[in-house]
């Protein structure tokens, strides 16, 4: 008797933890990039401001 090869759920598959480590450490780096340019452009515009 043959049985056919089941796909397994992606929400059942258990992921290492490097690849969960990997994920978190680039959304940390993408928070922080964005919150330097937040600021910087913040700054440029009160120099601008206090110019006028």
Not at 9 to 33: A, Q, T, V
Request: glycine share 2%; no cysteine.
């Amino acid at each position: 008797m043959v049985f056919k090869a089941r796909k397994i759920p992606k929400h059942l598959i258990i992921r290492e933890e490097y690849e969960l480590r990997k994920r978190s450490s680039f959304g940390l780096l993408k928070f922080i990039l964005l919150f330097t340019a937040v600021v910087v452009f913040t700054y440029v515009i009160s120099l601008s401001v206090a110019s006028l």
